[in-house]
């Protein structure tokens, strides 16, 4: 008896783990709520506890959104956080997400307006500069419309040295 719970307990871990270790530490923005953060936000690569974005190497941000109502400009709000001030990623910041928008079921490009309740796929590409300084932050990611957020989360993140070149 007490050898099948054991067996039970190890596999539950296992299950655990092998379901956890993909994903992404993602958290709500203060005063947010947005559903089902963990299973739609992915930030590639990442770790367990945070993400990790090593010098010299792009970082893939991938994530699945529901807009409430209809969007008729996306703009990416994303910025890291050192130490309480604001660090803005180049080529990221400020910039339009329309052309960073697929539907969720077929894959095809979704130009703005996006529509109420359907689901949506936005990703990203960004490389992380040899000019960041190497800290522990906290990563806020937020599409907005005017002055609301269709979709925001953080996440905490490191970045780390470069890979030695050879
Ligand atoms: C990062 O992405 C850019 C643009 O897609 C590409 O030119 C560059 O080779 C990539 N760098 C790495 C280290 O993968």
């Known amino acids: 008896m007490s050898k099948l719970y054991f067996a039970l307990a190890v596999l539950f871990a296992i299950a655990i783990f092998a379901v ?6 993602s958290e709500q923005c203060p005063g947010e709520e947005f559903d089902n953060l963990h299973e739609r936000i992915q930030v590639l690569p990442c770790g367990k506890s945070r993400c990790k974005l090593r010098k010299g190497t792009n970082t893939t941000v991938v994530f699945k959104f529901k807009p409430k109502n209809v969007v008729n400009e996306l703009t990416n709000d994303v910025y890291a956080i050192i130490g309480g001030l604001p660090l803005p990623f180049v080529g990221v910041a400020g910039v339009s997400a329309c ?3 697929k539907h969720a079921d077929t894959g095809e490009s979704a130009p703005c307006p996006l529509e109420p309740n359907k689901e949506y796929v936005y990703t990203n590409v960004f490389p992380i500069l040899d000019v960041y300084p190497q800290v522990a932050l906290r990563v806020h990611w937020a599409l907005r419309d005017g002055n609301t957020d269709v979709v925001c989360f953080e996440v905490p993140a490191v970045i780390t040295a470069a890979a030695k070149k050879n």
């Not at 956890?20 to 530490?25: I, M, V």
């Open 20 to 25: 956890r270790s993909d994903e992404t530490p």
């Open 99 to 101: 052309t960073q928008i």
